[in-house]
């Protein structure tokens, strides 16, 4: 009889759609810019799960910010969003340039485009949620988190 065996890699995986539009709406509550916006624009590309998972939370205020319109695309959009969700590393570029112009805070479901720039990030390590946040990205779009998240977040610079 032959066996097999497989390694289980200590890596990061995806979260949910909702659970990674439950969280990200969780913890933007501690920026102060965020927590007192009553006006947040969210833009999803390539993912309509997540963009549905971000649209039941417009309205919703209890322990999130205050989302107002989610729209979706397969590019970068025209007009100016505050949020920006991707995955795909081919738009990275592209996506950091509108974070810049825009003043907008990039979020992803995959840690490793936190490492590259991304601002704000999750995925599950070891089965649990996780939350990512990239410095520099962060310092540039003038963020100002509470103290207590950066004792609960991976940070990249």
């Known amino acids: 009889m032959m066996t097999l065996s497989f390694a289980v890699r200590a890596s990061t995986l995806p979260l949910s759609p909702n659970l990674q539009a439950v969280l990200l709406a969780k913890i933007l509550m501690y920026e102060k810019k965020f927590k007192k916006s009553d006006?947040?624009?969210v833009y999803v590309?390539?993912?309509?799960?997540v963009a549905e998972a971000f649209s039941r939370l417009i309205g919703e205020t209890n322990g999130h910010i205050n989302i107002k319109l989610v729209k979706s695309g397969k590019n970068m959009p025209d007009e100016r969003y505050d949020l920006v969700y991707f995955n795909d590393i081919r738009l990275l570029a592209e996506a950091k340039k509108y974070a810049t112009e825009h003043r907008s805070v990039l979020v992803t479901g995959k840690k490793r485009l936190v490492e590259k720039g991304v601002t704000l990030g999750t995925?599950?390590?070891?089965?649990r949620p996780q939350f990512y946040l990239n410095l520099t990205s962060s310092f540039s779009v003038d963020?100002?988190?509470e103290p207590k998240v950066l004792k609960i977040v991976g940070t990249f610079r």
């Open 45 to 49: 590309i390539n993912a309509p799960l």
């Open 123 to 127: 995925s599950a390590e070891k089965g």
């Open 39 to 41: 006006q947040i624009s």
């Open 143 to 145: 963020l100002d988190w």
